[in-house]
């Protein structure tokens, strides 16, 4: 099982920058990938970023506006930590975020499907103001 706390979220000007932290617990962890996804309100929830497990492959959403570029993701499996910093933010990037992990997932890879994750986060609320 893997337990998963976010934290880091909270309100911040356009063009601000915010570093998003995932704790993790449990022993799957050092085995799962993790993604990072996000919703905002009266939309679907949507994929931003993962991580692979071994090697530290990253991956991000390929959207027309996308947080390739704004957004890192990283993980820290001696602390079983991941991080989404965002930097440029903007005010569509309100939403409330979510890391879940993939504990079926190979070693070098993090799948972007929703229905690949089996643990999630209650999630942290970023409001980023005009």
């Known amino acids: 099982q893997v337990q998963l706390v976010e934290s880091g979220g909270g309100l911040v000007q356009a063009g601000g920058s915010l570093r998003l932290s995932c704790a993790a617990s449990?022993?799957?962890?050092?085995?799962?990938?993790v993604g990072w996804f996000r919703q905002a309100q009266g939309k679907e929830r949507d994929y931003l970023a993962g991580?692979?497990?071994?090697?530290?492959?990253?991956?991000?959403?390929d959207y027309s506006d996308s947080v390739k570029g704004r957004f890192t993701i990283s993980r820290d499996n001696a602390k079983k930590m991941v991080y989404l910093q965002m930097n440029n933010l903007k005010p569509e990037d309100t939403a409330v975020y979510y890391c879940?992990?993939?504990?079926?997932?190979?070693?070098?890879?993090?799948?972007?499907?929703?229905?690949?994750?089996?643990?999630w986060g209650q999630g942290t609320q970023v409001t980023v103001s005009s």
């Open positions: 879940a992990a993939d504990s079926n997932s190979n070693t070098k890879y993090a799948s972007n499907r929703q229905s690949d994750y089996d643990y």
């Open positions: 449990g022993r799957a962890f050092s085995s799962s990938a």
């Open positions: 991580v692979s497990w071994s090697h530290g492959n990253t991956y991000y959403a």
